[in-house]
Nanobody, 124 residues
Framework: QPQLVESGGGSVQAGGSLRLSCAASRYSYGLYCMAWFRRAPGKEREGVAAIYIDGSRTVYDDSVKGRFSLSRDNAKNTLYQQMNDLKPEDAAMYYC?????????????????WGQGTQVIVPS
């Protein structure tokens, strides 16, 4: 079972930036598609952004387009998410996982493996 370790969360004022990292322990896990998901209190988990193996294709939810940017370092088995112009509605626990994209919707690949997540706080 792959181990995923998310980091980089924190509390930032609206308009600020954070960079999240996701380190995967198993090379082959999620090699094709990796994504960030988030879950805010009282809301369903949602796919935020996805990136394919060579980084040539990225998919973003409309809510973060133009503000979030994904990259990955396959040599380090690490996924990054640069988040700019953060808004209170971005506040959530963020998780990384292998993904599939169906009709533009970012979904976790099954079977799904999840880390502890990293908390993003954006006070309103």
């Amino acid at each position: 079972q792959p181990q995923l370790v998310e980091s980089g969360g924190g509390s930032v004022q609206a308009g600020g930036s954070l960079r999240l990292s996701c380190a995967a322990s198993r090379y082959s896990y999620g090699l094709y598609c990796m994504a960030w998901f988030r879950r805010a209190p009282g809301k369903e988990r949602e796919g935020v952004a996805a990136i394919y193996i060579d980084g040539s294709r990225t998919v973003y939810d409309d809510s973060v387009k133009g503000r979030f940017s994904l990259s990955r370092d396959n040599a380090k088995n690490t996924l990054y998410q640069q988040m700019n112009d953060l808004k209170p509605e971005d506040a959530a626990m963020y998780y990384c996982a292998a993904c599939v994209v169906v009709g533009g919707v970012i979904l976790p690949k099954t079977p799904s493996y999840w880390g502890q997540g990293t908390q993003v706080i954006v006070p309103s």
